[in-house]
T-cell receptor, first 110, second 118 residues
Framework: RKEVEQDPGPFNVPEGATVAFNCTYSNSASQSFFWYRQDCRKEPKLLMSVYSSGNEDGRFTAQLNRASQYISLLIRDSKLSDSATYLCVVRYTGFQKLVFGTGTRLLVSP | SAVISQKPSRDICQRGTSLTIQCQVDSQVTMMFWYRQQPGQSLTLIATANQGSEATYESGFVIDKFPISRPNLTFSTLTVSNMSPEDSSIYLC???????????????FGAGSRLTVL
């Protein structure tokens, strides 16, 4: 089983749609959680951290469920510019290493 | 956040040769990381470049194949030695900069070096 698993997609949605991605992690000692965004042929960039209580940044909402060991990302009112691959990232307690999921690809169409 | 310059941005190399990738950061950082992203795959950590000591390699990666230098707090190199087509990948340099919650730093990446081995 992979340490961090994501549905690879692609998720094809029209502009204005709401879309949600899930990510599961296998190590219960995981401490920190992030969503990164990677555009085609570009480097990954931090989208948002994921807090235990859940957090929102504009159209983006991240949730963490430690009991079930999954993280979610909700995007409301999708824009064409949201088209990208979204990477779920986990850091284990006491380690500097970040573990990346394989990413979920989102395609937003007009 | 830190600004990372990475070069070359891309290269096409012959089997059996070696390529050195350079990573320059605009500020001093304690830890620098080298990742690989193979086609259609996610990022895999190769090693952590430590200033003043040998790099720390992840399982599956060895110093003979991926020698790393870290002469100071702003610069590192990764060499891909004796290349084969399986080494065709994007190699990314990254540093921890800024706070991402939990008091944890988050990674900033260079633009990557796209390597094709023929």
């Amino acid at each position: 089983r992979k340490e961090v698993e994501q549905d690879p997609g692609p998720f094809n949605v029209p502009e204005g749609a709401t879309v949600a991605f899930n990510c599961t992690y296998s190590n219960s000692a995981s401490q920190s959680f992030f969503w990164y965004r990677q555009d085609c042929r570009k480097e990954p960039k931090l989208l948002m951290s994921v807090y235990s209580s859940g957090n929102e940044d504009g159209r983006f909402t991240a949730q963490l469920n430690r009991a079930s060991q999954y993280i979610s990302l909700l995007i409301r009112d999708s824009k064409l510019s949201d088209s990208a691959t979204y990477l779920c990232v986990v850091r284990y307690t006491g380690f500097q290493k970040l573990v990346f999921g394989t990413g979920t690809r989102l395609l937003v169409s007009p | 956040s830190a600004v990372i310059s990475q070069k070359p941005s891309r290269d096409i190399c012959q089997r059996g040769t070696s390529l050195t990738i350079q990573c320059q950061v605009d500020s001093q950082v304690t830890m620098m990381f080298w990742y690989r992203q193979q086609p259609g795959q996610s990022l895999t950590l190769i090693a952590t470049a430590n200033q003043g000591s040998e790099a720390t390699y992840e399982s599956g990666f060895v110093i003979d194949k991926f020698p790393i230098s870290r002469p100071n707090l702003t610069f590192s190199t990764l060499t891909v030695s004796n290349m084969s087509p399986e080494d065709s990948s994007i190699y990314l340099c990254s540093v921890e900069a800024g706070l991402g919650g939990y008091g944890a730093n988050v990674l900033t990446f260079g633009a990557g070096s796209r390597l094709t081995v023929l």
